[in-house]
């Protein structure tokens, strides 16, 4: 699972003018920055499925949403009572921070929507796995109450247990109507919402990239490539379809010498924003290198906990869509 944020600052043109006078028209609030935060792997329901009502156990942080605050397109009474998938969603509790990630392998995420009936996330994304089956995985011996059987992957938190989450959603803005009409790996959506298109990879692997038969595509180079500034490269002829490292990371695989990387063409965001001046950033963990190997390439080889103690690296290169 990874998360990032990308940012949109002020055009430095237009950073002595007054809030009011951007555009065309004068608003209460006017934006003068953007922050994007996504997350993967895991379903809206799962964090704001009950938005904004929490259950607000004894012993466990209070959330009270502001008066109209407006409730979500999310878990009904009938999605709730009647689920169309093999058990209705239970609510995870605090000692339950530790669960097991959806798979977000294509053909499994399609099997889960089902052709838009949305009713086989149990099998399709979630392997099936009970959320008790699910804690012992992780060595959470946290026992399961509730109707059984109970599947981890259509339960849900709420502002007792994400409430940081909750609290960014009273203050900012969320898309809970939204219908994602991508499939698959961790890849493919960080081009997709930096580059708005998964077509234009330059070289690549043939599990990793589709191109077609008529089309060059190369396998990338060994080693790691260096990037230009404003002399990016055309699209090539191929399309990412799955999980694999960026050429132009030095702490990408491609360091050990074995060439498995993707090198993209093209226009991103970034692109975008730098020819209209207006400053951006791209933040993830784990991207400062903490060592240099001998051939002089960065080692990004910081760990971080996660809740049962055990350690996992901070930085995943291929969740760092620039990179490409």
């Known amino acids: 699972m990874g998360t990032a944020t990308a940012a949109t600052g002020v055009p430095a043109a237009r950073a002595a003018e007054a809030p009011?006078?951007?555009?065309?028209?004068?608003?209460?609030?006017?934006?003068?920055?953007?922050?994007?935060?996504?997350?993967?792997?895991?379903?809206?329901?799962?964090?704001?499925?009950t938005y904004p009502d929490?259950?607000?156990?004894?012993?466990?942080?209070?959330?009270?949403?502001?008066?109209?605050?407006?409730?979500?397109?999310?878990?009904?009474?009938?999605?709730?009572?009647?689920?169309?998938?093999?058990?209705n969603p239970q609510r995870l509790d605090r000692s339950q921070a530790l669960t097991c990630g959806a798979s977000n392998n294509y053909s499994n995420e399609q099997k889960a929507v089902d052709g838009g009936k949305m009713d086989n996330f149990?099998?399709?994304?979630g392997g099936n796995t009970t959320l008790a089956a699910c804690l012992a995985s992780v060595g959470d011996t946290t026992p399961v109450t509730g109707p059984q059987p109970n599947y981890s992957v259509v339960d849900y938190f709420d502002g007792n247990t994400v409430t940081a989450l909750w609290n960014y959603a009273q203050n900012f803005a969320?898309?809970?109507?939204?219908?994602?009409?991508?499939?698959?790996?961790?890849?493919?959506?960080?081009?997709?919402?930096?580059?708005?298109?998964?077509?234009g990879a330059i070289c690549g692997d043939g599990v990793h990239v589709y191109a077609p038969a008529a089309a060059s595509l190369q396998?990338?180079?060994?080693?790691?490539?260096?990037?230009?500034?404003?002399?990016?490269?055309?699209?090539?002829?191929?399309?990412?379809?799955?999980?694999?490292?960026?050429?132009?990371d030095g702490c990408s695989n491609n360091s050990a010498g074995t060439g498995n990387t993707i090198a993209m063409g093209g226009p991103n965001v970034g692109d975008?924003?730098?020819?209209?001046?207006?400053?951006?950033?791209?933040?993830?963990?784990?991207?400062?290198?903490?060592?240099?190997?001998?051939?002089g390439l960065p080692v990004c080889g910081q760990n971080v906990p996660l809740q049962n103690g055990t350690q996992e690296q901070a930085y995943s290169a291929h969740h760092e869509p620039f990179e490409y």
């Open 20 to 49: 009011g006078d951007w555009g065309l028209g004068r608003t209460a609030t006017p934006i003068r920055h953007l922050v994007v935060i996504f997350q993967e792997n895991e379903t809206f329901d799962h964090y704001f499925g």
């Open 54 to 87: 929490a259950l607000n156990p004894p012993g466990e942080p209070q959330f009270a949403p502001r008066p109209g605050t407006p409730a979500v397109n999310g878990l009904s009474p009938a999605l709730l009572l009647t689920n169309p998938n093999s058990a």
């Open 122 to 125: 149990v099998a399709g994304t």
């Open 272 to 295: 975008v924003l730098d020819a209209r001046r207006v400053t951006w950033g791209w933040f993830q963990g784990g991207f400062a290198p903490t060592a240099t190997t001998s051939a």
């Open 219 to 248: 396998a990338c180079p060994q080693g790691v490539g260096t990037a230009t500034p404003g002399a990016d490269q055309p699209p090539g002829p191929g399309t990412m379809i799955g999980d694999v490292d960026p050429y132009y």
């Open 174 to 199: 969320m898309s809970d109507s939204f219908y994602g009409t991508g499939y698959g790996q961790s890849d493919v959506g960080a081009i997709n919402i930096t580059g708005a298109n998964t077509y």
